[in-house]
């Protein structure tokens, strides 16, 4: 089995950049699990629209799906997964998955929400915000600031990854 790997927090804490870094040091395969809303969610948002548990259930099952699907190569794969009981969701399909939680102050990830072409506006980051339940200490997973460096943080994931997967 390979690693399996949510790098997971709000919109604009990193989860594409590290989550790349991340694959690329397992020598695995990365989706960004925005790849994989259903085009009516990314409307949703992109008009400022928070989505509602409902909209996410289909995704989050996509998402598991995926990761479930590559368990014996590994996978990385960028998603919020915010609520405990979301990423109990992909859990349900891909059992074995390590969740990484990039946290954050709301002032860095402000900052950080100016990308051009992307869907999420900034205007959704409090409800995202609201919405986060962090990593609990029963869940596979570990919590790193993202007053780090990409790199550094990448570092970090992949080792513990490797220590988990062996």
Not at 38 to 51: D, Q, R
Not at 60 to 71: F, I, Y
Not at 83 to 93: A, E, G
Request: glycine residues 8%.
């Amino acid at each position: 089995m390979g690693p399996l790997v949510v790098v997971m927090g709000v919109s604009g804490s990193g989860k594409s950049t590290v989550g790349a870094l991340v694959a690329e040091r397992l020598g695995v395969v990365f989706v960004d699990g925005d790849a994989l809303h259903p085009a009516a969610n990314v409307a949703k948002m992109a008009s400022g629209i928070p989505l509602t548990d409902a909209d996410r259930e289909p995704w989050l099952d996509a998402v598991g799906l995926t990761l479930a699907e590559a368990a014996a190569d590994g996978l990385v794969l960028a998603c919020s997964a915010l609520k405990r009981v979301y990423r109990d969701r992909i859990r349900s399909h891909a059992p074995a998955t390590l969740f990484a939680e990039l946290d954050g102050t709301e002032q860095e990830l402000a900052a950080r929400m100016v990308r051009p072409g992307h869907f999420m506006p900034p205007s959704l980051l409090a409800s995202q915000l609201a919405t986060l339940q962090p990593l609990q200490d029963d869940e596979p997973g570990l919590r790193l600031s993202i007053a780090e460096t990409p790199d550094a943080l990448a570092a970090t994931i992949a080792d513990r990854a490797r220590a988990e997967f062996r």
